[in-house]
């Protein structure tokens, strides 16, 4: 009873165990990671064009949905950079970013997210994400960078930025450069460099001092809190808004209200196709987290739950005042290394910010943006990998290519021409590779049993005998290739009498492919040639078995390509014409 009520609610199982120890624990996390994710969550409602406690917002339901639900015990949910990005592209051009209807915008965007979630969670369509391959991913997360860099420029020099595409950014900065604001410059400026001394610097130099490795990390990764501080402080005490410098302004105190969002049909569906490309990228980047973290303690998460789980965390956001969230990697990995033990500390992380909420939003009125700026391009920073497109072109010049394309598309375009052609190039691709698989006509290596490529390998072969190993599953895209390649090989070689499918690396014949090799038979029998089969794997044994190929097949099956060999090249000619139909393995 207790196990299936743990798969619909997995925080029981973690609860079993809890003592005190794991909540001292599971608290010191919270506290570190409320204190980040603080002037985060109010950073990243600035990237997405919303008002500041909507980030707040975004950090609290969620977060205590996750707990009940998630699967991880230390993947910390909530406003992400590359989700607000996004968010901010997907409303542009539905109401004016901070309006009510963007703000109402946001929720059908996150609760559409939700719904799309939980849905593939129920149908377990989790392997959906595979499609987004890591080239495209990477390359997407790149450009995404770059963008999120460059829209927080404005406010860095204090002038009014805007564009989704980086062309339209520059174009946007250029128009205004006479406008800058050298408070607002010195301000953003000089935390931009703070916090990259503190990223690069800090930890080494704490190490040196004495302090612990991990007390120094965390130390190093909550530079922003310190930031934070120290501008609210100064821009209080010098009323720096009179000087032109923006601030985040009032501040609503108080814990988010619970309603639906607009019900309108008309947004849901304009929001529908940016809330599935929301969901998968946030679904993709949440579970590599997520799986990362649990490998280094021996656990495992159930992606289709992980769905279910961040399906409801948005749900939660749209009903709560809050925009799309997911799995962010720099507070999971802080959440991880303070030592949280359990999900608990996704919930007591979601209490500190209602604490927050209703006690310091009176002095983050007077917060400079140019701070949450700079907190936002030092954050992103990590997720810029130019080195990747060397490695990625290096490796396999197609996957570059996709990359490159979704990089460029994404910078030129925007978010969501970007990663749709960096899917389609992906899918393409694997379409053109598995439509003409690799094959080799193979041999046997002299006092072995084992069998390679005649072009790479100094084999056995017999002119009557063919042994053609294929490497790729069979199916619509590639069935007529087999053919064409089957018909090659045979027009080459006058005295061939036995024809060879080594099918170890075929795991499945469709439809189409097996026609295609019904085809072969006739044609080489018309020819006086028998085509054979060799390890044919159990699963495609088993459906082979309910056709008239079997029957039909003049050849013969065999258990290994060993026994092939043998019974063809070695055997009597009476002996060869036997027909053994062996069990698939």
């Not at 105190?253 to 929001?271: E, F, Q, R, V």
């Not at 258990?559 to 043998?566: G, I, M, P, V």
């Amino acid at each position: 009873m207790l196990n299936r009520f743990a798969r619909v609610l997995p925080i029981v199982h973690w609860l079993k165990d809890y003592n005190g120890g794991t909540f001292v624990s599971d608290s010191l996390a919270a506290v570190i990671v409320t204190l980040m994710l603080v002037p985060q969550a109010l950073a990243y409602a600035l990237l997405a064009g919303l008002p500041a406690e909507v980030g707040l917002y975004a950090s609290m339901i969620p977060l205590v949905v996750y707990a009940l639900f998630g699967t991880s015990a230390t993947l910390a949910v909530g406003p992400v950079a590359v989700a607000s990005l996004m968010t901010a592209s997907a409303l542009g051009g539905i109401a004016q970013a901070g309006s009510p209807e963007y703000v109402g915008a946001a929720l059908v965007l996150a609760a559409l997210s939700g719904l799309i979630l939980f849905a593939m969670g129920v149908l377990r369509l989790g392997f959906l994400a595979n499609f987004l391959s890591h080239p495209v991913i990477s390359g997407f997360v790149t450009a995404s960078g770059i963008l999120i860099a460059g829209s927080q420029i404005g406010h860095i020099l204090g002038i009014q930025g805007g564009g989704h595409n980086l062309l339209e950014m520059g174009r946007g900065l250029w128009q205004q450069i006479a406008a800058i604001n050298p408070v607002t410059l010195v301000i953003g400026g000089g935390v931009l460099v703070y916090l990259y001394l503190c990223r690069r610097f800090l930890k080494p130099a704490l190490v040196a001092i004495g302090l612990s490795e991990r007390l120094a990390d965390l130390s190093s990764k909550a530079a922003p809190v310190s930031a934070v501080i120290v501008t609210t402080a100064a821009a209080w005490f010098w009323d720096l808004g009179e000087a032109g410098v923006k601030l985040v302004g009032e501040v609503p105190s108080g814990l988010p209200s619970i309603s639906l969002p607009p019900l309108d049909p008309a947004i849901w569906s304009t929001l529908l196709p940016a809330a599935v490309l929301i969901s998968l990228v946030g679904f993709v980047e949440s579970v590599s987290v997520a799986q990362t973290l649990a490998a280094k303690r021996r656990q495992r998460i159930d992606p289709n739950a992980e769905l279910i789980a961040l399906g409801l965390a948005n749900v939660g956001a749209g009903v709560g005042g809050g925009s799309p969230v997911s799995g962010g990697f720099s507070r999971s990995v802080v959440n991880f290394e303070a030592g949280a033990q359990t999900p608990v500390a996704g919930a007591l992380t979601a209490l500190g910010i209602a604490i927050a909420t209703l006690t310091m939003t009176g002095l983050l009125a007077y917060l400079p943006k140019a701070t949450l700026a700079a907190t936002i391009i030092i954050a992103i920073s990590t997720l810029i990998d130019f080195s990747a497109i060397r490695r990625t072109l290096s490796y396999s010049k197609a996957d570059g290519a996709a990359m490159l394309a979704t990089i460029v598309l994404t910078l030129v375009h925007g978010v969501e021409l970007g990663i749709l052609v960096g899917v389609g190039i992906s899918l393409g691709l694997y379409l053109y590779r598995t439509s003409r698989p690799h094959s080799a006509v193979v041999g046997l290596i002299p006092g072995t049993e084992h069998f390679r490529n005649v072009s790479r390998h100094d084999v056995r072969t017999d002119d009557a005998t063919i042994i053609l190993r294929v490497d790729e599953s069979l199916y619509f895209a590639n069935a007529r290739y087999l053919e064409d390649t089957v018909l090659e090989l045979v027009s080459a070689r006058p005295r061939l009498k036995n024809l060879v499918l080594a099918c170890q690396a075929v795991n499945d014949i469709d439809a189409s492919a097996l026609e295609s090799l019904e085809a072969i038979d006739k044609r080489l029998a018309e020819a006086d040639i028998t085509l054979h089969l060799a390890e044919v794997k159990g699963p495609v044994m088993d459906r082979l078995r309910r056709t008239e190929f079997c029957r039909e097949l003049r050849g013969s099956i065999f258990l290994s390509t060993y026994e092939a060999w043998r019974t063809l090249v070695n055997a009597t000619p009476a002996k060869a014409k036997e027909k053994p139909v062996t069990q698939g393995g």
